[in-house]
Every structure is written in structure tokens, then in C-alpha cells.
């Protein structure tokens, strides 16, 4: 289920970016090109961290479907494909005892 939502979202980004509609935000954002479309994911993931520090589920939930709305607009503007990673999700999940060596300072956060 999920992949075929993540899937319908991209196709839908995808057209947006090929045929623009008037008063569509996903339009907007191709517009105003990727700069935009960065400093969005930057305020969406500083958001679902704060909201992740909180005990609201909803507004949790909210924040990670923006940042990820997010996230699929910059793949389609950066021509990087559903697949690529699904593909590389599914390789690194059939991965065993993958844990790495943690540098010093990534032992503290």
C-alpha cells in the first residue's frame, strides 16, 4: 500500500512539473526552483523534529507527510526516480548485521 501511495504523490508531482497549474502549490514550488524547494525541506524537517519532541501524534503525523511531500517534489525536480529508491531501500533492508563502527561524536547524539 504504501509504494503505491508514494507512487500516485510522484505522479502527480511529476505532472505538475510538466504541465503547471494555476493555484497549485506544487506548481509554485517548480517555479520558484530548487533553492524554494530546499529551504521548504529544511523548515519541514525542523518541524517534524520538533513535533517528534512532543507527544502529539497528529500534529507528528502532519509534519512527516509535509517533509516527505516534500522530499518527492526535490526527487521529481532533481530527475531522481521512485525506483532508485525503493530499489536501494529493499537492498539495504535485505542487509544482515549491517550495524556500522559510530565515530566518537556519533556515539553522544
Not at 517528534?52 to 531522481?80: F, S
Not at 526516480?81 to 530499489?87: F, K, M, R, S, V
Request: charged share 35%; with cysteine; proline share 2%.
Amino acid at each position: 500500500m504504501e509504494k503505491d501511495v508514494f507512487r500516485s504523490l510522484y505522479e502527480v508531482v511529476q505532472q505538475r512539473k510538466v504541465e503547471p497549474q494555476e493555484g497549485s502549490y506544487t506548481s509554485y514550488l517548480f517555479e520558484k526552483g530548487i533553492d524554494k524547494i530546499l529551504k521548504k525541506i529544511g523548515e519541514e524537517s525542523a518541524e517534524t523534529i520538533i513535533a517528534a519532541k512532543g507527544t502529539n501524534k497528529v500534529l507528528l503525523r502532519d509534519e512527516i507527510c509535509d517533509l516527505l511531500y516534500h522530499i518527492i517534489v526535490m526527487m521529481v525536480e532533481c530527475e531522481m526516480p521512485l525506483e532508485a529508491i525503493t530499489d536501494e531501500l529493499a537492498r539495504r533492508s535485505k542487509k544482515i548485521g549491517n550495524f556500522k563502527n559510530m565515530k566518537e561524536i556519533d556515539k553522544n547524539t
